[in-house]
């Protein structure tokens, strides 16, 4: 009966449901070894950093991750980095398929002057950072000002938007990281725009995250009307208005009918704004947009750009356009697959990626010939190196969650590396 190794190097969502692609097909004559591989002690990939703290719901995923890990023949590699712990071409060897499930991690950037500045920053460090993300456990974000401009008109720039304009209270009970939430707290944050470059027909918000805003406590939310009832008529000149859109378009003009409270804090979306330039001696002062009617400048105290993602390289992996170079997942002249961001490119929400993976496996699975007699991945770690299993990582999972119950938390998370590898000793 045939049975081959799988090496999944990435523990997100798009590895998990690689993995479960995988157990799905296993038949009396088709069976699976899973190794997944990890840089982090944690696993979970964005559910865990990138999702917003205060949509918990969305992270109830993580209990079908679990359910993936428990089946037989499947086995987690945390704390051990490709590149370093291991080679990609050990893996390769020794492996009949390698899954490069490995996200899309770093910021664009505008191009703009201006935008290194002190205090404008990338989403890519305020979303891990907020997250309790162990590489940006250190990360310093000014929140003495008032104003904060996000850039971008996408569930990220959403996300960034709302984390600083809703009351920290909010997020008392949520599994933000504690460096954040004290920061949140002491935040004179107080009015924050988001920009997005297009009219609001081209937004990329999903109409679920826009509902979400009138729920917001503390909070106005303002969007201009005129720039939804100009949107209404962009789209309806081109035909029909696509489902997707007018269900965002109605989305935003339940925003705009929600009755303002006065609040100190406020949330303003402004469509039609191209970035120009970030001005500023030390740090951000202002910024200068192009819109249709001439320039605007917005005097502000941070910006932060939520423009999307590029993959960080992997020696040996040859990218283009924003993603690993493959064909359907596949890499060509390889054993190699990749499913997720990897594959895609920055986007879908974590959903798509089951479909996704389920296709990639299909072909990974077609591909296969004679199973490899090659031995095992521990051979290759250095003998001495610490490594996340399952057992080690439900160790650090039930010590968070219980460091969470007795402050009302889904969990308390460990931001260093030392520190969740102390949670999980036997
Ligand atoms: P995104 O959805 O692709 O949005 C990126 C935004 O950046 C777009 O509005 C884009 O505008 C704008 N942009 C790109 N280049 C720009 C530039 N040079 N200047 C100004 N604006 C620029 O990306 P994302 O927000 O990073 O999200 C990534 C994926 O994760 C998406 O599929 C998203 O839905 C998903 N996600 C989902 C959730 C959730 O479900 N709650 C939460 C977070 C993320 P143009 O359209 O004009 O290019």
């Known amino acids: 009966m045939p049975h081959y190794k799988i090496a999944i190097v990435g523990a997100g969502p798009a590895g998990y449901f690689a993995a479960q692609a995988l157990q799905n097909s296993v038949t009396e004559d088709l069976t699976f070894s899973i190794d997944m591989i990890e840089r982090l002690p944690t ?59 490995t996200g899309s991690s770093i910021g664009k950037k505008l191009g703009i002057p201006g935008e290194d500045l002190p205090n404008s920053i990338s989403a890519s460090e305020f979303v891990p950072w907020y997250n309790g993300h162990p590489d940006f456990k ?20 959403m996300d960034c938007g709302r984390m600083l304009a809703i009351d920290p209270k909010e997020l008392d009970e949520t599994d933000s990281a504690d460096h954040a939430l004290n920061a949140l707290h002491k935040s004179n944050i ?53 489902k997707h859109l007018a269900s965002n378009l109605e989305a935003m003009k339940a925003v705009i009918e929600v009755p303002k409270q006065g ?30 009617d001439g320039d605007v400048t917005i005097p502000c ?53 089951k479909s996704d993976a389920a296709d990639v496996v299909q072909l990974l ?36 969650v219980a460091a969470g119950e007795v402050r009302g938390k889904p969990r308390v998370k460990a931001v260093s590396v030392a520190d969740l590898l102390r949670l999980g000793q036997p």
């Open 365 to 400: 699975i077609s591909d296969l010939k004679e199973p490899k007699q090659a031995g095992d991945i521990s051979e290759l770690l250095k003998s001495n190196h610490e490594i996340v299993d399952q057992p080690y990582w439900v160790r650090i999972n039930e010590a968070e």
């Open 301 to 353: 105290d941070l910006v932060i750009t939520a423009i999307g993602y590029v993959p960080e390289v992997i020696p040996g992996i040859h990218f283009e356009s924003g993603k690993i170079a493959n064909i359907d997942g596949r890499v060509i002249g390889s054993n190699i697959y990749t499913v997720g961001w990897a594959k895609r490119g920055p986007s879908g929400v974590i959903g798509t990626n």
């Open 190 to 242: 107080r009015k924050v725009f988001i920009t997005g470059r297009r009219g609001a027909e081209f937004a990329a918000f999903t109409a679920p995250e826009l509902r979400d805003l009138p729920k917001l406590e503390h909070t106005d939310v303002y969007i201009n009307a005129d720039a939804i009832a100009l949107a209404y008529k962009n789209a309806e000149a081109k035909g029909e208005v696509e």
């Open 43 to 101: 696993p979970w990939g964005l559910v865990r950093s990138g999702v917003a703290p205060d949509h918990p719901k969305i992270k109830t995923v993580s209990k079908v991750f679990e359910k993936i890990a428990n089946q037989p023949g499947f086995r987690l590699f945390g704390n051990v980095e490709l590149g370093k712990d291991i080679s990609l071409e050990d893996l390769t060897n020794k492996y009949d398929a390698v899954v490069m499930a």
């Open 263 to 292: 609040h100190e804090r406020s949330l303003e979306f402004l469509f039609s704004h191209t970035p120009k330039e970030i001005l500023g001696q030390d740090k951000v002062e202002a910024i200068v947009y192009s819109t249709p």
């Open 138 to 157: 250190d990360f310093k974000i000014d929140l003495l000002g008032k104003v904060a401009v996000v850039i971008g008109a996408g569930n990220v720039a």
